[in-house]
């Protein structure tokens, strides 16, 4: 169904909650709330396809911010609420915004932002205040959300349209790029035969709880929620991840559904033992997890405490094919992320070869469907393959040979250490099972001999002194289980790793550092 039909059956029902305050919007005013704010959207001049562009955290003010494109047939971008006012004013231009909507909170970065970007002809504020114009020569007005919605209606427009989200890649390989997919001229109650799809496999049902405790900027969160509201759940939104809250808000609130990224479990999994006992999460049905590589032993603990209910998925906002298992399939090949279910799937070597079950090679798709990069015909052609017909975000893995896929690592972090290739993530995997280790990156930093060597920066867990006796223990400890290439070389300590929000380790910041100076890299 759509959100609109959930607003007249029952608009009192909670489509959110806000876990922090407690506040909770009713379907009908969500409905209301969107149709109002796509209203304000038509009224500053945007047409069928056009941009906008929403900057803030995980506020009571993001869903409705998204779901006024999804009524009048824009593409909106939601961005990192973390990046710097250069770094959001390269995604709102290069997604040639024309609306910025943001937060107090981010007022500040978003009006520096909106110095260079000379495109933007409005910025709503969602709980701030209205004030002087914005933009280089203070021309563009910036206006209170509910000051400048109060007079519109909150019925739906006249000619609605389905809009959806054009997101950008993480930017941990690159400069981010925007992801744009056909939007089909329907209405927004139009069902994707891809959203019927991701229902099944992810057991979503009618009337369940759904608990989001990630940034509702990165694409799955965002669809999970959208999902939720078609089916009309009750979404309680965490304004940010904490491991014993997540557990406390289960209980409260019989939570039935959630999707988490494995540096989240890891966290839950090193509470002490009586905090982990202290909460019922018997109401969980189903728990998803993908966004990063989840290490073997963090999974078979979470599996051991909540049982046969997590659910791995791979996949990339790209939306080039998808891959999926369920903890049976899981426990009988640990380490896969599953077999295909959308798209075709080809692991291919350095000259497009079919590598063979078991040998690692980039992996490849036939998408499902159709995607091109904004306005980058050259990283569009990139990412395909000679003749157009396969398309890659970089990742390296194989197929065993019943067809589940084993992830390795980006290519890009590949090291290449006396001609030896080396994925990193492997002992990404291990070191974060010590019990000393809260995070780790592992790349490979300039050695004169090997032209690469292992290095691994390591984040310790509270009250653990770094030094030299840590590293000795954890070079023992890696030694105890990988062979010797694959053992660090050497080890530093960060008081705490550039991982992002979505659970992404921002792995090229750690390694650009010990590149400076050198003419060449190799990646």
Known sequence: MYPGDHAIRH?????????????????????????????????????????????MENSPRFLESCGAGERCGLY???????????????????????????????????????????????????????????????????????????????????????????????????????????????????????????????????????????????????????????????????????????????????????????????????????????????????????????PVGIKQQMIEWWGPIVYEYYGATEGLGFTACDSAEWLARPGTVGQVKVGELHILDDDYRPCPPGVTGTVWFRPATEFSYFNDAARTAESRTPDGSKVTVGDMGYVDEDGYLFLTDRSTFMIVSGGVNIYPQECENLLITHPKVADAAVFGVPDEEFGEAVKAVVQPVPDVEPGAELAAELDAFCREHLSVQKIPKSFDFEAELPRLPTGKLYKRVLRDRYWQGHKSRIL
């Open 76 to 294: 909106y971008t939601c961005v990192n609420s973390y990046l710097t006012p250069e770094e959001l004013a390269y995604i709102v231009t290069n997604s040639e915004s024309r609306v910025l909507i943001t937060s107090e909170d981010k007022r500040a970065v978003a009006l520096e932002a909106l110095k260079s970007c000379p495109q933007v002809r409005l910025c709503v504020v969602v709980d701030g205040p209205g004030g002087e114009g914005a933009g280089r020569d203070g021309t563009v007005p910036v206006v209170n959300l509910d000051a400048a919605t109060a007079a519109l209606s909150s019925e739906p427009l006249d000619h609605p349209r389905l809009g959806h989200a054009m997101l950008y890649s993480s930017g941990t390989t690159g400069q981010p790029k925007g992801i744009l997919r056909p939007l089909p001229d329907e209405p927004p109650d139009f069902r994707t035969p891809v959203s019927g799809f991701v229902e099944k496999l992810w057991r979503y049902r009618e009337g369940m709880i759904y608990l989001s405790p990630a940034p509702l900027y990165h694409s799955a969160p965002l669809g999970s929620a959208n999902l939720a509201f078609r089916l009309g759940a009750t979404t309680i939104v965490m304004e940010r991840f904490d491991p014993q809250e997540f557990l406390a808000l289960v209980e409260k609130y019989r939570v039935t559904h959630s999707q988490l990224v494995p540096t989240m479990f890891a966290r839950m999994l090193k509470l002490p033992e009586e905090v982990r006992a202290r909460y019922d999460v018997s109401s969980l049905e189903a728990v998803n997890h993908g966004a990063a590589p989840c």
């Open 11 to 55: 608009p009192d029902r909670p489509a959110f909650i806000m876990a922090g305050t407690g506040e909770a919007v009713g379907y009908g005013e969500y409905e209301a709330r969107c149709n109002r704010l796509a209203r304000l959207l038509v009224s500053a001049g945007l047409g069928h396809r056009d941009h906008y562009a929403v900057f």
